[in-house]
């Protein structure tokens, strides 16, 4: 597993990139996630929820990172610096996919992504890449529709995380007392989503 972080400069997030690596050239499945900073506990909480406690994790001379490993991983440690390589040489699916995100996000959404929806854009991505080489896209289809039919109708507010940027001092607009509804027709059973409440 090699883990890296996208280095963050004024007005961009920082990010963690975790990729599997299943063959001396090939990777396989990745997990992006935007962190807070580049701290021992941001790239632990990382490491714990997307890493299985016992592989071996493959990073840069970061000083983190040891700190992050803990006892839970194998580290592999590479400095940068002593080894006379370029980064890209060193975790190359890290950096092959930090660039494929890159140019995705200034190609689809053409680089005009907020910050709260970042980390939604990134899981697509994720979900995408994950899919690249899959046999039958028609299923992914059908199962996307099938998901798409199954759940009930979302509002804007629901769906954006914040739908209307607040001035300071604003007060926020009372909704109108009558909710626009679907026809009967389209009126499904409401899945049980007991994380949603």
């Known amino acids: 597993m090699a883990f890296a972080l996208e280095s963050a400069a004024a007005g961009k ?6 990729v599997e690596q299943t ?8 997990r992006i996630q935007v962190i807070p900073n580049a701290e021992i506990g941001a790239l632990r909480s990382f490491l714990l929820a997307h890493v299985e406690p016992g592989s071996t994790i493959h990073t840069d001379g970061l000083a983190s990172y040891p700190g992050a490993a803990g006892t839970d991983y194998a580290h592999q ?11 890209h040489e060193v975790l190359p699916g890290v950096h092959r996919v930090a660039a494929l995100v890159k ?11 907020g910050a ?13 890449l994950h899919r690249r080489g899959s046999l039958a896209r028609g299923m992914l289809f059908y199962r ?30 009372v909704p109108p007392g009558v909710r626009r509804t679907a026809p009967s027709s389209l009126h499904v059973p409401t899945p049980s989503n007991p994380w949603r409440s």
């Open 13 to 18: 997030a920082l990010v963690a990139v975790a």
């Open 23 to 30: 063959q001396p050239t090939g990777f396989g499945r990745c």
């Open 77 to 87: 440690r590479t400095s940068l610096k002593g080894s006379g390589n370029d980064a």
């Open 103 to 113: 140019r995705w996000l200034l190609g689809t959404p053409q680089g005009s992504i």
């Open 116 to 128: 709260d929806h970042l980390q939604a854009y990134l899981n697509e991505f994720a979900f995408r």
């Open 144 to 173: 996307l529709l099938q998901q798409a039919v199954a759940r009930h109708p979302l509002s804007f507010r629901d769906l954006v995380a914040n739908p209307q940027p607040m001035k300071a001092g604003q007060d926020r607009p």
